[in-house]
Every structure is written in C-alpha cells, then in structure tokens.
C-alpha cells in the first residue's frame, strides 16, 4: 500500500465516495486517509438528496477544509472547489433625482445639429406656404 501523506488546509485531492450519512459523503483520499464532505459543502444549493449528487464510487476532486482529530482524517468540501473568485459585486446604479433625469434627458438631445438645420428647415416651410 501506497505511504500516507498528510495534507494541508487548500489542498486540492482526489476522492472516492465510500458512503453516504444523512449529514454528507464519507469519502476515501486517493493517496491515504479520508474526510467527510458535509451536505453544506457540496453544492450551494439546497440538496435533498445526497446521493443525487455524489453517487457512490464515483470520484471528485475536493479541497481540504479542515484536519480531524485522528491523523490522516479531514473535513472537504466540493462547492469551494467549483467557486470561482469572487469579483468586485457591482453596486445598483442610484436612480437619477428628477432634476439629475431631466438634465441628461435635454443635455442627450441634439441640440447643435438641429441648430445648423434650422435656417434651411425655416426656407423651405415658408417656401412651401408661399411665404416671402
């Protein structure tokens, strides 16, 4: 049999799920030892069925959480594993003051292009009523 090795916390290992309790998944380490994936550890959902998720001897990759008391025994965790990093939360925009509204409502308005059109817009309405 292969010699044991001791992990850290942040380790990331290999598991086969040996059973399954009401609380999480026992699971056996590929290199030695065990760990308990707890049923908050699994998924951030709400899980109802375990097995659903970790079907016996299937494998997973998992990160060390935690040390047990007994040498070579840890507490894991698959949904840390699966976590991305966490990004910068983007915070709600404020919605504008009815004032902040009607400002860059009339500062969005093409004023300047309607201000160049409006001497030949003039012309041609008067030359169409027949204005002089």
């Known amino acids: 049999m292969n010699e044991k090795i001791q992990h850290k916390i942040g380790d990331r290992v290999v598991v086969t799920i040996s059973s399954i309790v009401p609380y999480g998944a026992f699971a056996?380490?590929?290199d030695g030892g065990s760990g308990l994936i707890h049923i908050?550890?699994?998924?951030?959902?709400?899980?109802?069925?375990?097995?659903?998720?970790?079907?016996?001897?299937?494998?997973h990759e998992v990160i060390v959480t935690g040390l047990g008391k007994k040498p070579y025994t840890y507490a894991l965790s698959l949904k840390r594993i699966s976590r991305r990093p966490r990004q910068?939360?983007?915070q709600a925009k404020k919605p504008l003051s009815r004032k902040s509204f009607n400002k860059e409502m009339?500062?969005?308005y093409p004023?300047?292009?309607?201000?160049?059109?409006?001497?030949?817009?003039?012309?041609?309405?008067?030359?169409?009523?027949?204005?002089?």
């Open 106 to 108: 009339i500062d969005s």
């Open 28 to 30: 056996d380490l590929e």
């Open 111 to 132: 004023f300047k292009e309607m201000e160049s059109a409006l001497p030949s817009m003039i012309c041609n309405e008067a030359a169409r009523l027949g204005v002089k």
């Open 88 to 90: 910068k939360q983007l």
């Open 40 to 59: 908050s550890e699994i998924d951030e959902k709400f899980i109802s069925n375990i097995a659903d998720y970790l079907p016996l001897k299937t494998s």
